[in-house]
């Protein structure tokens, strides 16, 4: 399940319906996919995309995409650090961001030009886009464990372009969950002081 948090408005929406009419102004697609019993905990890449292969199509004809693929990370994946490196501060790309979370968690902040940053805790089952040129970033939850299906339009991959005056830095990497009680000092800061 999804979670927006709106530091700025001191608000947070876990309603599937409330939050695709929050992100829609904004070019934002987010839907809720079922994964209970779709696929094994164990499944190959291949069969997760044969899986899911008419939500794929679908998206392909909404969105022009051209591929997809699967990406699996993990505490034990090389160049980890690196890689989350290139994401984690606040950028854009050529073309939409398009994900489907399968495992794992993570966090997008995202800074429209026509509202306030807020960040988007996705997990199991959580397909959202984020349009090209939309500056955001993305950080692994707690766990450091993600799966997910990709889509793209150039079959190379996104390209991280950074911006000048970014923000980043004043948002906490904090991923919201229903298990998730953060420590006491961190009750009241989305945003750094």
């Not at 948090?5 to 929406?13: K, Q, T, V």
């Not at 969105?63 to 984690?88: C, H, R, S, W, Y």
């Not at 040129?133 to 993305?138: D, G, I, N, P």
């Not at 889509?151 to 004043?170: C, I, N, P, R």
Request: glycine share 6%; aromatic share 10%.
């Amino acid at each position: 399940m999804a979670i927006i948090s709106i530091a700025e408005e001191d608000r947070r929406l876990e309603d599937p319906q409330e939050i695709a009419e929050f992100v829609s102004p904004f070019g934002i697609w987010y839907e809720k996919w079922d994964v209970d019993g779709r696929i094994g905990a164990n499944a190959t890449n291949e069969e997760i995309l044969a899986a899911y292969e008419p939500e794929i199509e679908r998206l392909k004809q909404r969105g022009g995409f051209q591929t997809a693929d699967v990406i699996n990370v993990n505490p034990d994946t090389p160049g980890l650090d690196e890689m989350l490196a290139k994401f984690d501060k606040e950028h854009t790309h050529s073309e939409d961001e398009i994900r489907f979370t399968i495992q794992g968690r993570g966090l997008f902040h995202i800074h429209p030009d026509n509202g306030p940053v807020f960040s988007v805790t996705v997990e199991s089952g959580d397909l959202i886009n984020v349009p090209q040129e939309t500056r955001h970033w993305f950080n692994l939850c707690e766990n450091r464990s993600i799966r997910c299906i990709r889509l793209f339009k150039d079959k190379t991959g996104w390209v991280a372009h950074y911006v000048d005056d970014a923000v980043h830095e004043q948002y906490a990497p904090v991923c919201w969950g229903p298990d998730y009680l953060p420590p006491a000092e961190d009750l009241d800061s989305v945003v750094k002081v």
